[in-house]
């Protein structure tokens, strides 16, 4: 590595003086001080390219934040929310009765990380839509599987010990993304379910009107199948078996009314009810799948995707942007709100519990200007591009007391790091270390990030 790479990894204009750390990979056996804190995820992708500085890193030049920031911002807050994250036109009394906030006067909760890089050690960004968002999914360009996959493989020992205890355990889900459920090899057996809609019957399977001869029959047939195998296949198989004898007793689960969040319902679980979460969530498709993985996690889930956006407005950024972010801010709101109402099993409530990321493939840029010729934002290899400022919240990030932390900084008038820069594995490694998946063989050059939970 030639000295000019060197500092430009550093992120130092005067080396001598510079406090900035550079990039390295650790060893994949860490984990966090949280390992297992966390039972749910909510990950929601920002879709098309986001630009970050002109919500959550938003203490920064107009060129990189035309909005400019937000007033009244909490006290330890130090991520710089940007003014469109005041924009609530959504709260009205009910919302505010249901406890319900602007994003802004939730900041010192949500923490974040400004610099967060697919590949830290490369010369520039990824700015290409297709490996762009290969990477966001995977972790890398055509990763062997989502990273959704990843969980539900991370899991998997844990599911068939519950299995093996007569328990019914949820995978994770992806709604409308089959780009979060692929998977290869070893990985095949653990795809998410990929939701469409507000209906669970694709994934509806009762063979209790089977006469049962034929029950028995299709049982004796599977089993001699797979066991006629050799041991290549065997395991696949019998994954592929075991799933299908999962569906079947997913049914009941898939047929409650408490799933059709849509048709709502005053009838109160968790101590709320769906037509409450309608009220707080609001329309759009989105906003019915954050509803939904509200229940999900009721029967388990340990994990939900869902996709906002676009966001990918080459023209007219400063018309659309505003109001995208300000259905976003809903959405944000309403988790947070639901989170904290919900009681858990467990004990506590959904919040204490849960952990909520938000992420995308990229970020933007207006090539040095608040905006492009057609007023909007462009990716390319810029730094604008690069840093991923990706923000999070739930109680695992209250009870480590970083509500409102920066983990790294940006300086204001060019994005250079002056801080910490984290790769995207690893911090889809820490989701996975939080979740206490088995992560020793995925991302071998990663290790969950230490620096967020201890």
């Known amino acids: 590595?030639?000295?000019?790479?060197?500092?430009?990894?550093?992120?130092?204009?005067?080396?001598?003086?510079?406090?900035?750390?550079?990039?390295?990979?650790?060893?994949?056996?860490?984990?966090?001080?949280?390992?297992?804190?966390?039972?749910?995820?909510l990950y929601i992708h920002l879709t098309g390219g986001f630009r970050f500085t002109a919500a959550f890193n938003g203490d920064v030049d107009s060129q990189f934040n035309p909005f400019g920031l937000a007033g009244n911002i909490p006290s330890g807050t130090e991520w710089g929310p940007s003014k469109l994250l005041e924009r609530a036109g959504w709260l009205g009394t009910d919302q505010q009765n249901s406890g319900m906030k602007s994003v802004v006067e939730i900041a010192n909760q949500i923490a974040v990380a400004p610099c967060?890089?697919?590949?830290?050690?490369?010369?520039?960004?990824?700015?290409?839509?297709?490996?762009?968002?290969?990477?966001?999914?995977?972790?890398?360009p055509g990763g062997p599987a989502s990273f959704f996959t990843l969980i539900n493989y991370g899991l998997r020992n844990k599911v068939a010990q519950g299995m093996g205890n007569g328990q019914v355990i949820l995978p994770s889900f992806s709604f409308g993304s089959g780009g979060?459920?692929?998977?290869?090899?070893?990985?095949?057996?653990?795809?998410?379910?990929v939701l469409q809609g507000d209906g669970f019957e694709s994934f509806g399977f009762n063979s209790a009107g089977l006469p049962t001869w034929a029950d028995g029959l299709v049982d004796e047939t599977d089993n001699a199948f797979r066991?006629?195998?050799?041991?290549?296949?065997?395991?696949?198989?019998?994954?592929?078996?075991q799933s299908r004898e999962a569906t079947e007793q997913f049914a009941a689960i898939f047929n409650d009314p408490l799933l059709k969040v849509g048709q709502g319902g005053s009838d109160e679980v968790d101590g709320i009810s769906n037509d409450e979460l309608l009220q707080m969530f609001g329309e759009g498709r989105t906003a019915r799948d954050a509803a939904i993985a509200m229940?999900?996690?009721?029967?388990?889930?340990p994990a939900a995707f869902i996709r906002?956006?676009?966001?990918?407005?080459?023209?007219d950024e400063d018309d659309k942007l505003p109001d995208r972010v300000e259905e976003l801010n809903r959405i944000i709101s309403a988790t947070e709100a639901s989170l904290k109402r919900m009681t858990?099993?467990?004990?506590?409530?959904?919040?204490?519990?849960?952990?909520?990321?938000?992420?995308?493939?990229?970020?933007?840029?207006?090539?040095?200007?608040?905006?492009?010729?057609?007023?909007?934002?462009?990716?390319n290899n810029d730094l604008a591009t690069r840093w991923m400022s990706m923000p999070m919240f739930g109680g695992v990030v209250s009870n480590a007391g970083i509500g409102g932390k920066r983990f790294g900084l940006t300086r204001k008038t060019d994005l250079e790091a002056d801080g910490p820069v984290y790769s995207y594995r690893a911090m889809l490694k820490t989701m996975m270390d939080l979740l206490e998946c088995d992560h020793s063989d995925i991302f071998p050059g990663d290790a969950p990030i230490t620096d967020f939970f201890g």
């Open 227 to 241: 066991d006629s195998q050799n041991g290549n296949h065997y395991a696949k198989i019998d994954a592929y078996l």
């Open 1 to 41: 590595m030639n000295r000019r790479k060197f500092l430009t990894l550093m992120g130092a204009a005067g080396v001598g003086a510079a406090t900035a750390r550079i990039w390295k990979p650790k060893t994949a056996f860490a984990q966090t001080a949280a390992r297992g804190e966390v039972k749910h995820l």
């Open 116 to 140: 967060v890089d697919h590949d830290p050690l490369a010369g520039g960004a990824d700015g290409n839509h297709d490996s762009g968002l290969q990477r966001f999914l995977t972790g890398s």
């Open 308 to 315: 906002h956006g676009s966001y990918d407005f080459h023209s």
């Open 295 to 301: 229940r999900l996690f009721h029967f388990g889930a």
């Open 344 to 379: 858990h099993p467990s004990g506590g409530t959904y919040w204490d519990h849960t952990l909520v990321v938000l992420g995308s493939e990229f970020g933007r840029t207006g090539r040095g200007s608040k905006y492009n010729s057609a007023r909007g934002s462009d990716h």
């Open 180 to 193: 979060m459920a692929t998977g290869s090899g070893q990985f095949a057996p653990y795809r998410p379910p």
